[in-house]
């Protein structure tokens, strides 16, 4: 769906709020009531912004919004210059007076995807890497997961970047499903879970994203990350905290939040 030039102001007024540190009182415009027009404006300011995307996030859509949306994922790019290796212990900015969290969850690195149409066991195939991780969301309107999955969509997804933890040893034999994962802040817990509620797991979410993104006319080149949606719940968090993922009681990520 191409964006009207409604949209492209959306997105216009979007990644320009993004840029200037400008926090939003009120959406930009129309809000998007479906994907596709979420989509479109999502795809208009991916062309204005022009950097490198190296991931995308993948995150739920609950369960009484799947009718009227028309699917159970949404997804949003992660811009190759927010991405971090975790090992340097990053120091993740924020929007301070906008919206803020930090996510818990398995990353996937695609190998080369293709053209082949995959199922839920064989999207294994063309995955090259799986890590631990914490996806940092933040948008400059506060609202953001306020008024639906569209209007979260339509603002990257409310991504503002990606901590690469350690990858998972075995991953292709390891039960990820139900491994065990904690997050706290500050050294508090605020979470623990598993991904058995997580719709059909990681690749699932793998899954989902290559089909929407064949769709969009997008590619997805070897080395491409997936944040594949929080497993303990979406963690607001503020400039000057710290947030800590414990994934199988052993494997640690970690960052520090200051005001972008």
Known sequence: MLATSDQQNVARALIDARAGKTPLTVYPGAMPQTMAEAYA??????????????????????????????????????????????AADPVMPVYADGFAAAEAEILLCFGDV????????????????????????????????????????SDYGNNKGLILGPSIADWRGADLVRMPVEMAIDGEAVGA???????????????????ILRARGIAIPPGTWVSAGAITGIHEIKPGQRAEALFDGKIRVGCSIKSY
């Not at 919004?65 to 159970?72: D, E, K």
Request: proline share 5%.
């Open 114 to 153: 293709g053209t082949r149409v995959y199922d839920i066991d064989s999207v294994r195939e063309c995955i090259a890497d799986v890590r631990t991780g914490i996806e940092i969301a933040s948008s400059p309107f506060p609202e953001i997961n306020r008024h639906g999955p569209a209007v979260t969509a």
């Open 41 to 86: 404006i999502q795809d208009s300011a991916i062309a204005l912004d022009g950097r490198r995307i190296g991931g995308w996030k993948v995150g739920r859509i609950a369960a009484e919004l799947v009718t009227r949306y028309g699917g159970n994922r949404l997804t949003g790019p992660i811009f190759a210059d927010e991405i971090f290796d975790g």
């Open 193 to 211: 879970a598993t991904m058995e509620a997580m719709l059909d797991g990681p690749f699932g979410s793998a899954l989902f994203l290559i089909d």
